[in-house]
């Protein structure tokens, strides 16, 4: 189909077309006359377009979505946040101006409006709702599980992943709030570069090279003792989130993470013995610099969840990221 037929099958102007196809959404096929030809895959393509459009989502998301595929459910998820603050805020204009009708006499003027007393006017109608903690606790679980999600997801792996996220909303629910809008305010660059990168620390891990995986981990230790803002992020991360977290990793572990995906028990287990390498290897002096740089928060007892394997993923977290703090910081 050429422009003018794809634009009359979707009620679209020719315009709209050839928007799309200048900020790189629409790939159709560019003919020696300059015509452009739409096969099926194109067509597909506005289809996507369209319904993401139908959702709200904003050409640059969009973009975004196309250019970083595997934060799709991250900018999904942020525009749902996106529209209920728009919906929050329209809620509250809506309050608002239904309270100036109802305050001004019948035959009042602007002037009136300034006698009407402020304790009326609404500022905020926001609420975290059970929906937005469940849909916060999906997409924390899938951050938390990001290094393991490659498996195709059947039927009983949906079973397993719905359980999964019940956990993590269990777990978490006090902190919930608080975790949407850390997601919430990341860029699509971040989200993809820290994503990205843990997932590429567990397939270091997954190549089997434990002198590798100790080299690395004795870097994040020396990071986290010499690091004023790592372990600011640590201390105060600790209680609220690090100990909730765990307790999120080792409710799975016990059935749902190991019949989930295939490669986690090997990569749990590849760690484990790289970091009980590192506690026998330890120098006393060394634990004694964790123990200070971290307020004495630092367990190193538990099986596979002690805090080494917080550590191994903190500088990769979208939660505890230290560069991402740094430039919220500016």
């Not at 035959?107 to 402020?118: E, K, P, Q, R, V």
């Amino acid at each position: 189909m050429q422009i003018y037929q794809i634009a009359r099958k979707y009620g679209l102007s020719r315009k709209t077309i050839h928007f799309y196809i200048q900020n790189d959404l629409l790939h159709p096929t560019k003919r020696e006359n300059n015509y452009y030809e739409f096969d099926d895959e194109s067509e597909k393509e506005l289809k996507l377009i369209l319904r993401l459009r139908q959702s709200g989502m904003s050409i640059e998301n969009i973009q975004n979505m196309i250019h970083f595929p595997t934060c799709t459910n991250f900018f999904l998820f942020k525009q749902y946040f996106s529209v209920k603050k728009t919906q929050c805020k329209a809620a509250i204009e809506q309050t608002n101006i239904q309270m100036l009708l109802e305050e001004i006499p019948p035959n009042g003027t602007y002037a009136d409006i300034m006698d009407i007393s402020d304790a009326y006017i609404k500022k905020d109608s926001s609420s975290f709702t059970e929906s937005d903690a469940k849909m916060t606790a999906r997409m924390t679980a899938i951050f938390l599980l990001t290094p393991f999600m490659h498996q195709e997801v059947d039927e009983y792996r949906k079973f397993l992943w719905q359980r999964i996220e019940r956990i993590t909303l269990t777990e978490l629910k006090p902190i919930l709030y608080d975790i949407m809008l850390q997601l919430t305010s990341l860029s699509a660059q971040d989200m993809y570069r820290l994503s990205t990168s843990l997932a590429s620390s567990f397939d270091m891990v997954a190549s089997g090279d434990k002198e590798k995986i100790k080299k690395y981990m004795k870097e994040q230790i020396q990071l986290l003792c010499d690091d004023l803002t790592v372990q600011h992020i640590w201390n105060t991360s600790y209680v609220k989130f690090i100990t909730p977290v765990k307790q999120v990793y080792k409710e799975c572990h016990k059935t749902l993470i190991r019949q989930y995906t295939t490669s986690y028990m090997y990569c749990m287990d590849m760690l484990k013995q790289a970091i009980d390498e590192i506690k026998n290897e330890m120098k006393e002096q060394t634990y004694l610099r964790i123990l200070q740089a971290t307020n004495h928060q630092f367990n190193i007892l538990e099986e596979y969840y002690n805090d080494f394997f917080i550590l191994f993923c903190f500088k990769n977290s979208v939660f505890l990221s230290p560069s991402v703090y740094q430039e919220k910081q500016h």
